[in-house]
């Protein structure tokens, strides 16, 4: 089954043309099945290309699957026309005062990472969609900044600030290989870190919570947290294959100091052409996300939120 996007979304035409299963909303609606709900709250400034890297994950699978764009309510975008916000977006209070559930809510990071949590303009409203999270979504993904802002507001582990940006694509370990979110996954590999601040290991068990993919250089990515249903990862599998490149170029020409993505370029010469050593591992660890929402998610949406709602229990 494909996933279900506007058909002027501009990740439909991006998606059609790699060969990922996507279909208009009229052809949705004519299908004797749920398809599962899942909602991206995008903090990005590139709105239009982080909607697409997240459709392309979760659209690469056999369900049918409805993805609703959501936004911070009172936070302006700078980097995105007025007019996609407009047609593609929706508010979260308006979101909120639905009532309406989703089997799956995905909150992107922000490059924000390098100020307090409540120096953050929205972090006020950002709250209440954790909160909104607990009653109105089955399970939720937290990427870089937001995983990070999650797993602090749930269980107090404070993020550090680096010395040096963690910049490149850097080897991590498969520390739980039964997790069903790991299916697939070798033992160790490549995924791509961006990021100024960390979290430590030791803080993240401290608080109960299994770190399930790690590195010596760059620390934590995976952790689960089941009390809250959610799943914080701190890297990017979703980048494409030059967004690293990309944050490189403007970092360069804004006159900032950056070191050369570590790992990315052939032979570290950012004159080469970048590689994608992470592609497969993204779609295993968004694929298995999906599949296990489709595994425990009741189908009776009214339920979703309630004290039990894994259909394997």
């Given at each position: 089954?494909?996933?279900?996007?506007?058909?002027?979304?501009?990740?439909?035409?991006?998606?059609?043309?790699?060969?990922?299963?996507?279909?208009?909303?009229?052809?949705?609606?004519?299908?004797?099945?749920?398809?599962?709900?899942?909602?991206?709250?995008?903090?990005?400034?590139?709105?239009?290309?982080?909607?697409?890297?997240?459709?392309?994950?979760?659209?690469?699978?056999?369900?049918?699957?409805?993805?609703?764009?959501?936004?911070?309510?009172?936070?302006?975008?700078?980097?995105?026309?007025a007019?996609?916000?407009?047609?593609?977006?929706?508010?979260?209070?308006?979101?909120?005062?639905?009532?309406?559930?989703?089997d799956?809510?995905?909150?992107?990071?922000?490059?924000?990472?390098?100020?307090?949590?409540?120096?953050?303009?929205?972090?006020?409203?950002?709250?209440?969609?954790?909160?909104?999270?607990?009653?109105?979504?089955?399970?939720?993904?937290?990427v870089?900044?937001?995983?990070?802002?999650?797993?602090?507001?749930?269980?107090?582990?404070?993020?550090?600030?680096?010395?040096?940006?963690?910049?490149?694509?850097?080897?991590?370990?498969?520390?739980?290989?039964?997790?069903?979110?790991?299916?697939?996954?070798s033992?160790?590999?490549?995924?791509?870190?961006?990021?100024?601040?960390?979290?430590?290991?030791?803080?993240?068990?401290?608080?109960?919570?299994?770190?399930?993919?790690?590195?010596?250089?760059?620390?934590?990515?995976?952790?689960?947290?089941?009390?809250?249903?959610?799943?914080?990862?701190?890297?990017?599998?979703e980048?494409?294959?030059?967004?690293?490149?990309?944050?490189?170029?403007?970092?360069?020409?804004?006159?900032?100091?950056?070191?050369?993505?570590?790992?990315?370029?052939?032979?570290?010469?950012?004159t080469q052409?970048?590689?994608?050593?992470?592609?497969?591992?993204?779609?295993?660890?968004?694929?298995?996300?999906?599949?296990?929402?489709?595994?425990?998610?009741?189908?009776?949406?009214?339920?979703?939120?309630?004290?039990?709602?894994?259909?394997?229990?």
């Amino acid at each position: 089954m494909p996933i279900k996007l506007p058909s002027d979304l501009p990740a439909y035409a991006v998606l059609s043309r790699e060969g990922v299963m996507v279909m208009p909303e009229d052809a949705a609606s004519h299908q004797d099945i749920r398809p599962l709900r899942i909602g991206l709250l995008n903090l990005m400034p590139k709105k239009i290309q982080t909607e697409t890297q997240f459709a392309r994950l979760i659209g690469a699978n056999p369900l049918q699957i409805e993805l609703s764009l959501i936004r911070m309510s009172e936070h302006e975008t700078r980097n995105t026309a007025a007019e996609h916000m407009e047609t593609f977006y929706r508010p979260f209070t308006e979101v909120e005062a639905s009532g309406e559930k989703f089997d799956g809510l995905i909150i992107t990071g922000a490059p924000i990472e390098r100020l307090e949590y409540t120096d953050v303009t929205y972090w006020d409203e950002l709250t209440r969609v954790f909160d909104w999270t607990q009653t109105h979504v089955h399970s939720t993904f937290g990427v870089c900044w937001g995983g990070m802002a999650m797993i602090n507001y749930f269980h107090s582990v404070p993020k550090h600030l680096l010395d040096a940006k963690a910049f490149g694509c850097v080897r991590h370990q498969n520390l739980v290989p039964a997790s069903p979110y790991l299916r697939g996954f070798s033992d160790d590999m490549v995924i791509p870190v961006s990021r100024w601040t960390e979290l430590r290991r030791d803080e993240i068990e401290s608080a109960g919570l299994p770190v399930l993919i790690d590195s010596p250089e760059t620390g934590p990515c995976l952790v689960e947290d089941t009390a809250h249903r959610a799943l914080y990862i701190f890297n990017h599998l979703e980048y494409d294959s030059d967004t690293l490149k990309q944050e490189y170029d403007r970092d360069v020409a804004a006159g900032t100091t950056i070191n050369v993505p570590a790992n990315y370029y052939p032979a570290d010469d950012p004159t080469q052409r970048p590689q994608n050593r992470w592609r497969s591992h993204a779609h295993l660890l968004y694929g298995n996300w999906v599949s296990e929402l489709y595994l425990t998610t009741p189908f009776d949406m009214t339920q979703i939120g309630s004290a039990s709602t894994d259909l394997r229990t």
